[in-house]
């Protein structure tokens, strides 16, 4: 009985997670190509090391090399800003080098490519570190979970960077003796998780809005003074108590800057400096709140987790249990027995 080996097995899966993407259109376009340009780099990996199709060794480091670009891309235009040709071309670069190398100085493909995994994944990682309310075009009801998502799709960049390196030691210490199943299980497992990772409705761009950067705060702005803060934050909460935004599941930072005419560093930092809490858990425990005025009048659990602005049990028993000290279990068991 034949038996695929690790990438073959994992380039299927890939590609069985952008069909299933595609048809159910659950991911943006950006990152289905991600996951497919993930699912090829598996299939090539499969053909030049496993059944001999060494022509394709030409291949596997310039399709490898779109991988860190489509990755940082996917989290730009889901999480900051649209994507527009004179702002992120400068992305071709990558594999333009890799090309470059690969007929000029092929031995330095050993240096390029765990450098371009590198600094991708190094640059994700410090683009997230700055939390939740720097990704302005993600949902709110996931809380802190899509910096978490970015951070662990940061490090698998910075790991297949260190296996490239390993690979490249190996060859020359031990003439390759352990990169086929450093390749075969380690990379791929990489790839695989960055696939699945990439699939979370939390990672993905909600609407069409462009953001575009904001201009700088005007001089009166630069330091808000603590009644400037106060006064935004009441806009805030007049706005959401009018038009119920909070019950909306895609809601955005980058919406209610826009509904309130301030740049969303500006909203964010009023935010923060008078509740003491992020965007995402101020929206969240309005959201709660609602959640909790729904079970009191009779509606069961899942009802009031989607009338009240969640899409994920997960997201909204977090929630619950961080607003209220309980899950909404024995919240309601607490109500009725009081």
């Known amino acids: 009985m034949p038996v695929l080996p690790i990438p073959a097995i994992v380039a299927l899966l890939l590609f069985f997670f952008a069909i299933k993407a595609h048809v159910s259109k659950s991911s943006s376009p950006l990152f289905i190509l991600l996951i497919l340009a993930m699912a090829v780099q598996n299939l090539i990996i499969s053909l030049n090391l496993y059944y001999g199709v060494t022509a ?25 800003r649209s994507l527009s040709w004179a702002k992120d ?9 890799t090309i470059f190398a690969l007929f000029a100085a092929p031995r330095s493909l050993d240096f390029v490519l765990p450098a371009l995994f590198a600094v991708y994944g190094l640059t994700l990682w410090l683009a997230v570190s700055k ?20 951070r662990i799709i940061g490090a698998a960049l910075v790991f297949s960077a260190l296996s ?16 086929l199943m ?9 790839l695989l998780t ?8 939390l990672l993905q761009d909600v609407g069409n809005e462009v953001i575009e950067t904001d201009p700088g705060p005007a ?9 400037a803060e106060q006064a935004l934050v009441n806009r805030l909460e007049s706005l959401l108590l009018k038009q119920e935004l909070f019950l909306d599941p895609s809601l955005t930072l980058a919406t209610l800057a826009r509904k309130l005419h301030v740049p969303a560093k500006t909203l964010s930092t009023a935010v923060n400096k008078v ?3 992020n965007v995402s858990r101020y929206i969240n425990a309005y959201r709660i709140r609602h959640a909790c005025k729904e079970l009191s009048e009779g509606s069961n659990i899942t009802q009031a987790m989607l009338n009240s602005g969640f899409n994920t049990k997960s997201n909204f028993n977090r929630e619950f249990l961080r607003v209220m000290g309980s899950n909404p279990s024995d919240w309601i068991n607490k109500v009725r027995n009081a």
């Open 56 to 80: 394709l060794r030409w291949v596997q480091p310039v399709s490898a090399s779109f991988i860190p670009a489509l990755a940082y891309m996917a989290f730009v235009s889901s999480s900051l």
């Open 275 to 277: 509740s003491g809490e």
């Open 89 to 97: 071309a400068w992305h071709l670069v990558g594999p333009g080098l």
């Open 131 to 150: 939390g939740q309310d720097s990704l302005v075009k993600s949902r709110l009801d996931g809380g802190d979970v899509p910096v978490l998502l970015w």
């Open 219 to 227: 001089p009166e702005l630069e330091e808000q003074s603590a009644a």
């Open 182 to 190: 450093i390749i075969g299980g380690f990379s791929s497992l990489i």
């Open 164 to 179: 490239e390196g390993v690979i490249s030691l190996d060859y020359i210490y031990n003439d390759g003796r352990w990169s």
């Open 194 to 201: 960055m696939g699945l990772l990439s699939l979370s409705p």
